[in-house]
T-cell receptor, first 115, second 113 residues
Framework: AQKVTQAQTEISVVEKEDVTLDCVYE???????LFWYKQPPSGELVFLIR??????QNEISGRYSWNFQKSTSSFNFTITASQVVDSAVYFC????????????FGDGTTLTVKP | DSGVTQTPKHLITATGQRVTLRCSPR?????VYWYQQSLDQGLQFLIQ???????AKGNILERFSAQQFPDLHSELNLSSLELGDSALYFC????????????FGSGTRLTVV
């Protein structure tokens, strides 16, 4: 069985601070996919990134960056120079190649960015 | 607008009743997924359909059922509703069998009273 743990329930930062959201996953499979989603106060879920288990390259997209480390089973998400609009619940998710349609989600981290 | 349409947005119903939630996937997507989001359970996978056929099943209660129609829209039927079924129900779609990243609808908020 697979599991995703987001130990940080809530994080509060002041605008322009950098913030890292942690994600630790568990699976015995060697081929899997990791995701991050954002759920702003409006409620919709927005896909941010997908990573497969064979690609440990870090990725940067604007102010967002992701650090994937298989050795520690972690897929952390960093927001640089945070903005008020980054306030949302962020979910990390895991899919296995054997059942790639189904994603197991973590409980989410609520990020509040204060002006 | 994500391209995934869910109706209705809100639904209030009494215990014991039956409701149907509807989802139209993004144009061209063949897979439809249903998720339940509640405060105590978080986001839980319910079921996946691909091109009309059931492909994966999660912890979906026997009182719940779903189907995907030839035009690819999907319906989630919830019957004998209980207070604990109150939740946000999301539909998502993706192009193929596996998810390269879901496109979610805006959800249906179900309140059972």
């Amino acid at each position: 069985a697979q599991k995703v743990t987001q130990a940080q329930t809530e994080i509060s930062v002041v605008e322009k601070e950098d913030v890292t959201l942690d994600c630790v996953y568990e699976t015995r499979d060697t081929t899997y996919y990791l995701f991050w989603y954002k759920q702003p106060p409006s409620g919709e879920l927005v896909f941010l990134i997908r990573r497969n288990s064979f690609d440990e390259q870090n990725e940067i997209s604007g102010r967002y960056s992701w650090n994937f480390q298989k050795s520690t089973s972690s897929f952390n998400f960093t927001i640089t120079a945070s903005q008020v609009v980054d306030s949302a619940v962020y979910f990390c998710a895991l899919s296995l190649s054997t059942n790639a349609g189904k994603s197991t989600f973590g409980d989410g981290t609520t990020l509040t960015v204060k002006p | 607008d994500s391209g995934v349409t869910q109706t209705p947005k809100h639904l209030i119903t009494a215990t014991g009743q039956r409701v149907t939630l509807r989802c139209s996937p993004r144009s061209g997507d063949l897979s439809v997924y249903w998720y339940q989001q509640s405060l105590d359970q978080g986001l839980q996978f319910l079921i996946q359909y691909y091109n009309g056929e059931e492909r994966a099943k999660g912890n979906i209660l026997e009182r719940f059922s779903a189907q995907q129609f030839p035009d690819l829209h999907s319906e989630l039927n919830l019957s004998s509703l209980e207070l604990g079924d109150s939740a946000l129900y999301f539909c998502a779609s993706s192009g193929g069998l596996e998810s390269y990243g879901y496109t979610f609808g805006s959800g249906t908020r179900l309140t059972v009273v």
